[in-house]
């Protein structure tokens, strides 16, 4: 049973949010105030159900998924696309497939050292994001 991803993570480091956002297609105006947010991430978990919010003073995104179940997901705020998606555990993380226009895109979670990591892909472009917990939140 991989370590929980459940909780209050607050962002330490975002290697190519550019690069993962320009593959996305975000216009210049919106990048540059995404590239300095400090995001929070919130999981919730209830048995295979999980809620992931990423919150940030500018805009927040929400995703519901149960593991192993093909969902639809409107990525509202971000890049408005329509997208299919699938969460599965491989191994230690939790690797989310998103189909849809873009080519090799999604993302993965996982414990590392008591941080979470998130690696989001789009066409080739990775961005890197760790958080570290946030116990008081
Ligand atoms: C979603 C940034 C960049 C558009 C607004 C700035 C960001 C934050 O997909 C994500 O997380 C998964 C895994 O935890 C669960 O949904 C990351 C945010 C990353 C996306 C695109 C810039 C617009 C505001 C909500």
Known sequence: MPASLCGTW??????????YMMALGISACVRK??????LRKVIEQQ?????AKTLSIF??????????????????????RHIKALVKWEGNK??????????????????EEDKLHLELY????VCKQVFKKNALA
Do not use: P
């Open 122 to 125: 789009c066409e080739g472009e």
């Open 59 to 80: 805009k927040n995104y929400t995703v519901c998924f149960g593991v192993g179940e093909e969902f639809a997901e409107f990525t509202k705020g971000l890049d408005n």
């Open 33 to 38: 105030i995404a590239v300095k947010l400090k």
């Open 47 to 51: 048995g295979d159900q999980y809620i």
């Open 94 to 111: 939790l690797v989310c497939e998103q189909i849809g226009e873009k080519k090799n895109r999604g993302w993965a979670h996982w414990i």
């Open 10 to 19: 607050d962002m330490v480091s975002n290697v190519n949010l550019e690069g």
